[in-house]
């Protein structure tokens, strides 16, 4: 048992550390007691000493990053005491558009946008993953979301397999972060998607027996990485602006691709 500092709600005990956490002593009548405690661990995350002395000194920690929730999910917050109690509070910064769900403020934390209104009792669970394939969302993009609109395609997401694939965000009905991988609709069979894979812009007919189009851009041709503006305005305009080539073996040449 070990004395670790005065207790930060009756001013009068002692935290004690025993088998739960950091209990206060005092205790003088069933009246005049205390019971106010520090638990071993808040969401995921040790109270070492250090910490408990800062809670019982400035009544808060600093800021955690590595705090987890019941669905294991991480969240960043510091821990108050309020009314007696350990609770998490958010930092203060939240995003200009409104929850979509509930109209509550959207908190912004390192690693995550999040409702308000999650820790409390979940009332709302709207909780968005700032890492999206290796991508971190900007609190723009996260406004675009939150709005109901898709985000500026990008072609810098990375697979499961280290592989960058190219795709567009929104929130589907549940509120969930999800792809769209279609870049535009293919020029040449106007019926298929344009996606985005590590070597080529290529049309999603590819392996539809009946249309079979063979429509493919390679992300690099002689030397030039073709830019989603290149290949948006060879869709476009049939060419895209004239730029430099840089062909292995022989001398730069300038040409657009058509
Ligand atoms: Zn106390
Ligand atoms: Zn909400
Ligand atoms: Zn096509």
């Known amino acids: 048992m070990e004395n670790i500092a005065k207790c930060p709600v009756c001013n009068q005990g002692n935290l004690i550390e025993g088998a739960k956490g950091y209990m206060c002593n005092h205790f003088k009548s069933i009246d005049d007691k205390c019971s106010f405690t520090i638990f071993k661990t808040y969401f995921g995350k040790e109270m070492t000493w250090k910490i408990v ?24 917050a510091k821990l108050v005491i309020d009314d007696g109690i350990i609770k998490p509070h958010f930092q203060d910064k939240s995003l200009d558009t409104p929850c979509p769900k509930c109209g509550k403020q959207v908190r912004i934390s390192h690693k995550t946008f999040i409702c308000e209104d999650f820790f409390n009792n979940k009332e709302c669970d709207l909780y968005i993953n700032r890492n999206v394939a290796g991508v971190l969302l900007s609190e723009n993009e996260a406004e675009v979301l939150l709005n109901g609109s898709s985000t500026d395609y990008r072609i810098d997401f990375l697979s499961n397999s280290q592989k960058t694939f190219g795709a567009k965000l929104f929130l589907d009905d549940s509120f969930q972060v999800k792809f769209d991988f279609e870049l535009t609709k293919c020029p040449k069979c106007k019926t298929g998607s344009i996606s985005v894979n590590p070597w080529a812009y290529g049309c999603s007919n590819y392996k539809n027996d009946q249309i079979r189009c063979e429509f493919t851009v390679w992300r690099e041709i002689s030397g030039k990485k073709i830019s989603l503006k290149d290949f948006l305005d060879l869709c476009q305009k049939g060419k895209s602006d004239k730029t430099q080539f840089k062909p292995k073996n022989s001398d730069e040449y300038t040409g657009s691709i058509s």
């Open 53 to 76: 002395e800062q809670l019982a000194d400035q009544k808060e920690t600093d800021f955690f990053d590595d705090l987890i929730n019941k669905e294991n999910k991480p969240f960043s």
